[in-house]
Nanobody, 120 residues
C-alpha cells in the first residue's frame, strides 16, 4: 500500500521559492502506472491542481502556474519535489501530494497535507 508524506518549510518569504518534497513508501516513484501530483487548497477556497510528474520525468503543469512551477523525482530517495518560484501571499495554502493511477484514472492516495504560509 502506497503511503505519501509531505515535508518542507511551513513559512516562505515573498519572492522566494517554495520547496516541498513528498516521500513515497511501500511503492516506488519509478512505477510507470502512477503519476505523482501536487494539489493545494488556499484558505476558504477549493482544491487547485498544480501539476504532476510521470514516466520519464514528463511533467504537466496548471497553465496558470506553469511559468514558475518545477517538479522533479529523486529515485535514490524515493521522493518527488515541488518548487514554486516568486511566491506571494496568494500562494498560502495547504499543499498535498498525491498518487494518480493512469490505468484507472483515479487519484487513489493523498498525503496528509502541509500548511505553507507566505509572509515576510
Amino acid at each position: 500500500q502506497v503511503q505519501l508524506q509531505e515535508s518542507g518549510p511551513g513559512l516562505v518569504k515573498p519572492s522566494h521559492t517554495l520547496s516541498l518534497s513528498c516521500t513515497v513508501s511501500s511503492d516506488t516513484i519509478s512505477n510507470g502506472n502512477i503519476f505523482w501530483a501536487w494539489i493545494r487548497q488556499p484558505p476558504g477556497k477549493g482544491l487547485e491542481w498544480i501539476g504532476y510528474i510521470g514516466t520519464a520525468d514528463k511533467t504537466y503543469y496548471n497553465p496558470s502556474l506553469k511559468s514558475r512551477t518545477s517538479m522533479s523525482r529523486d529515485t535514490s530517495k524515493n521522493q518527488f519535489t515541488l518548487q514554486l518560484n516568486s511566491v506571494t501571499p496568494e500562494d498560502t495554502a495547504v499543499y498535498y501530494c498525491a498518487a494518480f493511477n493512469i490505468a484507472t484514472l483515479t487519484t487513489f492516495r493523498w498525503g496528509q497535507g502541509t500548511q505553507v504560509t507566505v509572509s515576510s
